[in-house]
């Protein structure tokens, strides 16, 4: 299944996404890593706690915004070089079934 999402991605997209598991994957050690900060620079640990937890939040809206950019960026030049999209092919498709389906009745009833 994971190949199948990724499939539809761009490199630019795939990278931010890597980069916002990377961020959850640090949020989720924000505390360890603050204990770890505070003690060498001899710092409250909340203090460090909320500084990196401002700064991961900002890496995670940066990452977030240069994935759209680069999904829309991705999808202009597709529309530019006049590559249907995935969810144009999939309505074409379902348009070819219905009419080979009435196809199908209308020779049966011939």
């Not at 961020?23 to 770890?36: G, M, Q, S, T």
Request: hydrophobic share 45%; no cysteine; aromatic share 2%.
């Amino acid at each position: 299944m994971a190949d199948r999402a990724s499939a539809g991605r761009g490199p630019l997209e795939t990278l931010a996404l890597a980069g916002l598991g990377a961020f959850a994957l640090a949020a989720d050690r924000v505390d360890d890593l603050a204990e770890d900060v505070a003690s060498r620079l001899g710092v409250e640990r909340q203090e460090v706690r909320e500084a990196l937890t401002d700064a991961f939040a900002s890496w995670r809206r940066e990452a977030e915004r240069v994935g759209e950019t680069s999904s829309d960026a991705a999808a202009r030049l597709a529309g530019e070089l006049g590559i249907a999209s995935r969810e144009v092919v999939a309505e074409l498709e379902l348009r070819v079934a219905q009419l080979e389906h009435r196809l199908k009745l209308l020779e049966r009833s011939s």
